[in-house]
């Protein structure tokens, strides 16, 4: 297969599809109000998980410094997510989960009233 056919694609590069896909699918549903923050994959934390969270953390959320454009970055980690969700379509409806929790908590908002699956 030549390599611009999707199966030649790395699983990270999957796992940034799945991210980027559902940040532009929250960009319609939401608006420009995604654009607020920053977004990225990190295969694994940088640090061991805080007091606060349960377990190996799948994203973190890190606030930005005044002037710099955006309110705050997320971090998805995608062995973490992998590991809890090893099929495709495990992966895929985590990272749905995942994204809607954090933007909704940056939102001041419970995931259920942004998730838009539940507004189809």
């Known amino acids: 297969m030549p ?9 990270a590069e999957r796992f940034d599809d799945m ?6 699918t929250y960009r319609k549903h939401l608006g420009d109000v995604v654009d607020r923050l920053d977004y990225a994959v990190l295969d ?14 799948q994203a ?7 002037g ?3 309110e705050g970055r997320i971090v998805f980690y995608r062995r973490p997510m992998e590991q ?11 990272v749905h989960m995942v994204v809607t929790q954090q933007l909704a908590s940056f939102l001041g908002r419970f995931p259920e009233d942004i998730d838009y699956h539940n507004h189809s």
């Not at 694994?44 to 953390?57: A, F, H, L």
């Not at 973190?60 to 005044?66: D, G, L």
């Not at 809890?84 to 985590?94: F, K």
């Open 84 to 94: 809890m969700a090893p099929t495709p379509g495990t992966l895929s409806v985590l």
């Open 60 to 66: 973190r959320f890190f606030p930005m410094e005044p």
């Open 68 to 70: 710099t454009g955006v």
């Open 19 to 24: 991210v980027s896909m559902e940040v532009a």
């Open 3 to 11: 390599p611009t056919v999707p199966a030649w694609r790395t699983r």
């Open 44 to 57: 694994v934390p940088e640090s061991d998980p805080t007091p606060w969270e349960d377990g190996i953390p």
